[in-house]
């Protein structure tokens, strides 16, 4: 049975049936006046949920909370801030996400032990509690609120990361809705990103959990910007119901769908970046090293730094995929600059220097390597290195 | 017995014993018009010779030659040039590099399997062997050539990396000598880096290998300037035994005080470096994870950009130790920058931020990180990620 798949118009994280949203601005981040800075995001319905968290050893008291929490049972709601990443901040920071939870309990009329917290932002700063205390109030929940939910969330990005799509299989009907933050500290393994996620689908716990791991997999598990990964990395998927049962395999390709676009937006917008790299790696001994070349490649500097400048250096690329520690053998790879091919067999093609020079110049760049090995195949994407990544994270604090 | 290390001033690697070297601008890198790019290195008596080399699974033309000749035999001379890395060239490549070690070889008078060779530049551009040809008659070798080689290796290095110091021991008195080039694409296991090393201590074969890796391995495996790894990495260190045997222990020593004075000197010029970042990891639960954290936090991108800029975001370094893969339990982890703590237990200090600033605006930054759960110690060199590393990675090749 075939599922129709679509986009749904300026679709956002309360498409679905019955989620609802509100954001204020805290001030929380004092040099951001103004900015929404903290949001709720509420089911009426109770959900089923799943979750991926950071595999930093360092982990945020957020997390640390919600993590807990899921292994008890379901998610009512979540709040979140930017601003602050309330991460090595100790007991106290554990009481605040507590305390976060309790106040969005009592103001939605659920019980705090459903609310999961999440935080972005400075590591190592205490969250300023009386703001939150006072904003946490004003915050009014909308059916259309997941809009200012993704604007709340943003700390470098420049863009809010939202997209929902309504699958339509045999009888059935459901919808799909995310938000994401990215921008710096992102790298495989999750990264600094949070990304909820909600469906009016109903489905069972066990199966939401491996649709989701296979969803990251094969998205926000293969984007990178600066390789660095943060204590506050979580992935949530919350599934009310209210739409009724729907097939398994929709429900797949429904949400890599949509983990998909929202992880390529998080690597457009790296911090500093102007362009989206794609990099696929085929003909790999198996899909684990294609997927770690993949990887390699699109997180090395060198090429990162070159194809910012347009620099058709293309033996970065194959030192990267080199140092992978995947099999590769130099005589038999194959590597292309768009559909342009620059070696075959491990040689150098006589290529138009000024037609590379255009590809590389465009916003999205497409880098593909056949290892010729195997069959092992996977994407990976990332942005180009810019001085401007350099000066944003030189003075982040300061 | 206690060996007495002293500096040789203006030392280099022609300071030991029975070593000439010479240079030529052969016009390699058509860019750097008059600069010195082609050099070579000769031991008047037979060598002992240990390498290590690149573990990128791309190799250079001339590695690969190098590598075939060190399993044969020992090493009479080696035969280098920068500007062109003369990889990813196929047989091309092989039979240029194999045409350098015969050229230079009938030159001096030996044989051509005992001479090596080495390139450092761009990948994929085939050698200008005309250039190459003519060149090698012109290079003169002398005592003191040793300058002149440091120089020839240099790409995009700001200053020549050499030293030497002179060892006396009981009756023993012996020399190692050392030059190396570096900058970008540096990473453990090795690293854009070439090294060479010489001495007339009088060395076995199998206790020189040993020395070496050990050696390597508390120094050029320890320093990290992007991430990236070459197909060209290699240090070789030549043994004439011209002063005669000596003490293990002291040639170790001595051994290693040159490659990690080179290893540092590599780090502290990275490309765009402003300041040598250290980095010390102790109480780590042994020696291999003390390296690995040491080298993770070295390496982070976002570590590397707040030092540039003096922000004293030290969250960072924590996010960075916790994604090492190394054991960290948060509640235990001290941090230092310089002097001052940062992080006790695991919970931020109140410090003067000002004083902070101040250390990290200097030309050395120092790191401590103390795990408190073992007694594995490491230290690792890097250096700050600036605008200009992104601006000369850009235009490299136009």
């Known amino acids: 049975m075939a599922a129709e798949i679509e986009s749904v118009p300026q679709g956002t994280v309360t498409s679905p049936e019955g989620f609802f949203a509100g954001a204020t601005s805290a001030g929380i981040n004092k040099k ?32 640390v909370l919600s993590q807990q929490r899921l292994k008890q049972g379901g998610a009512g709601a979540v709040v979140v801030n930017s601003g602050c990443a ?11 996400a507590a305390e976060m939870a309790k106040l969005t309990a009592e103001g939605i009329g659920i019980l705090p032990d459903d609310v999961l917290v999440a935080s972005t932002g400075v590591i190592g700063v205490p969250l300023p509690m009386k703001r939150v205390r006072s904003s946490l109030e ?23 990361k939202e997209t929902a799509v309504k699958v339509r299989v045999g009888d059935s009907e459901f919808t799909i809705g995310g938000v994401a933050k990215g921008s710096g500290m992102i790298h495989p393994d999750l990264a600094t990103l949070l990304c909820f996620l909600t469906t009016d689908a109903a489905v069972e716990k066990g199966f939401l959990k491996k649709a989701l ?16 990964t943060s204590p506050n990395d979580m992935v949530l998927l919350m599934a009310n119901g209210l739409a009724g049962g729907v097939p398994d395999d929709a429900f797949q ?33 198996n899909l684990a090293e294609a997927r770690s070349a993949a ?8 090429v990162k730094a070159a194809i910012h400048g347009a620099d058709p250096n293309w033996g970065r690329i194959m030192a990267a995929v080199g140092r992978s ?12 600059i768009g ?10 093609q006589p290529f138009n220097k000024r037609g590379i020079v255009q590809l590389l110049r465009g916003r999205e760049v497409a880098i593909s390597l056949n290892l010729n090995l195997g069959s092992g195949k996977a994407t990976a994407w990332g942005c180009d290195l810019s001085e401007e990544y350099v000066a944003i994270n030189s003075r982040y604090m300061t």
Do not use: W
Request: charged share 20%; proline share 3%; net charge negative.
């Open 325 to 336: 520690g995947v099999e590769v053998v130099e005589s038999k790879v194959d590597l292309y």
């Open 213 to 228: 791991k296979k969803a990251v997999d094969v998205s926000f598990n293969m984007i990178s910007i600066d390789g660095d």
């Open 138 to 160: 004003q915050i009014i929940l909308s059916r259309d609120g997941g809009h200012e939910l993704a604007q709340a969330i943003m700390t470098t990005d420049t863009l809010a």
């Open 253 to 285: 390709q429904a949400l890599e769908r949509v983990c998909t676009y929202l992880a390529k937006s998080i690597a457009r917008d790296g911090e500093g970046a102007s362009k989206l790299i794609e990099v696929t790696v085929a003909g790999a001994p």
């Open 86 to 96: 309330n991460a090595c901040t100790g007991e106290r920071g554990l009481a605040h």
């Open 339 to 348: 559909d342009i091919p620059v070696v075959k067999a491990g040689r150098p």
């Open 295 to 302: 990887r390699t490649v699109v997180s090395s500097s060198l």
């Open 32 to 63: 951001a006046a103004g900015k929404l800075d903290l949001a709720i995001l509420f089911s009426e319905a109770p959900c089923v949920a799943a979750a991926l968290f950071t595999t930093n050893r360092i982990k945020a008291a957020p997390l």
